[in-house]
């Protein structure tokens, strides 16, 4: 039994002294960053871009959230920062989804990214904030109907009825079609 012992040490000793020092040794890469580095080299930003709205079109948030983080490891855009945080707002993570917005705008302000904004204070009842950013969205496009559909809602939760009526009535001059407007103005008329 000796002997065996002694045979497997020798053989485990002579195995040691082939091995290499860990500091030569490269480590094995992750799949998701092989798959990360394939994307890279394969797609162009704008190819990124297209796939991700075709994945979000089909339904698949998901793989449109990783084709937007991919684009966007290779340039940084105000609307791929703006489908980001508008994802991860369908998901329920709204400090991500803010971070996302908020960065957005530093690139260039555009109405709809002070919407959302707008929409995601609305949501944790802060509502100062939330009238300065559609105030800013009116100001970038005074002709848009849903920012003045939401303003209307956002006066509905402050309790400034007379004033969302308005709101909501330039929303329908804007656009005959906005059915959620027709329908808050008349609930709205009838209180």
Do not use: C, W
Request: no cysteine; aromatic share 10%.
């Amino acid at each position: 039994m000796f002997l065996i012992a002694g045979y497997f040490a020798l053989k485990i000793y002579e195995h040691i002294q082939t091995l290499k020092d860990p500091q030569e040794k490269q480590p094995p890469q992750p799949k998701e960053k092989i798959k990360r580095d394939m994307l890279e080299s394969v797609f162009s930003f704008e190819e990124l871009v297209q796939k991700a709205d075709e994945a979000f079109e089909k339904g698949d948030e998901q793989k449109a959230l990783f084709l937007l983080q991919e684009a966007k490891r290779k340039k940084v855009d105000e609307e791929v920062l703006f489908k980001i945080g508008y994802l991860l707002d369908k998901q329920g993570k709204e400090s991500e989804a803010m971070f996302y917005y908020q960065e957005a705008l530093k690139i260039k302000e555009e109405y709809f990214i002070h919407n959302a904004i707008a929409s995601l204070y609305r949501k944790q009842k802060v509502y100062d904030k939330a009238k300065e950013h559609l105030e800013k969205s009116l100001e970038l496009d005074g002709n848009n109907a849903v920012t003045y559909y939401n303003y209307g809602n956002l006066l509905v939760d402050m309790d400034e009825k007379e004033k969302a009526k308005q709101m909501y009535q330039k929303a329908l001059e804007l656009d005959k079609t906005l059915t959620n407007a027709k329908v808050e103005l008349q609930r709205l008329e009838n209180e």
